[in-house]
């Protein structure tokens, strides 16, 4: 059995991420604020998630794909459970290392 994987961001980039890591196996909560994406992920056979800190509640490794500097932000602030979080997002570095500082804590 593996570990539970979370994923927030189900767009393109996050969707793929989460059909090929439930093939393999794995156990995949996501979350996405549209709700269609969730709804694909359910069908595809993981768990949505209300929120973002519910998938970090729910898995100790979060991957993140994003589509703006502020949904990184936002999101970063919400997640107070540690995990550890694996950014996918095409981002500035500056944004990225506020991220870091953010869920350094």
């Known amino acids: 059995m593996t570990r539970p994987v979370g994923v927030i ?15 393999a196996g794995f156990t995949v909560h996501g979350y996405d ?7 694909t992920l359910k069908e595809a056979g993981g768990h949505p998630a209300r929120s ?5 509640e729910n898995a100790s490794v979060v991957i993140t794909s994003l589509p703006s500097a502020d949904a990184l932000h936002t999101v970063a602030a ?28």
Not at 9 to 23: C, E, T
Request: hydrophobic share 45%.
């Open 9 to 23: 961001g189900l767009g393109i980039m996050g969707s793929a991420m989460s059909a090929n890591l439930i093939k």
């Open 33 to 39: 604020v549209v709700p269609g994406p969730r709804n």
């Open 52 to 56: 973002a800190a519910e998938v970090a």
């Open 78 to 105: 919400e997640l107070t459970a540690r995990v550890i979080v694996v950014e996918t997002s095409t981002l500035p570095i500056d944004d990225m290392r506020r991220a870091f500082e953010t869920l350094k804590g």
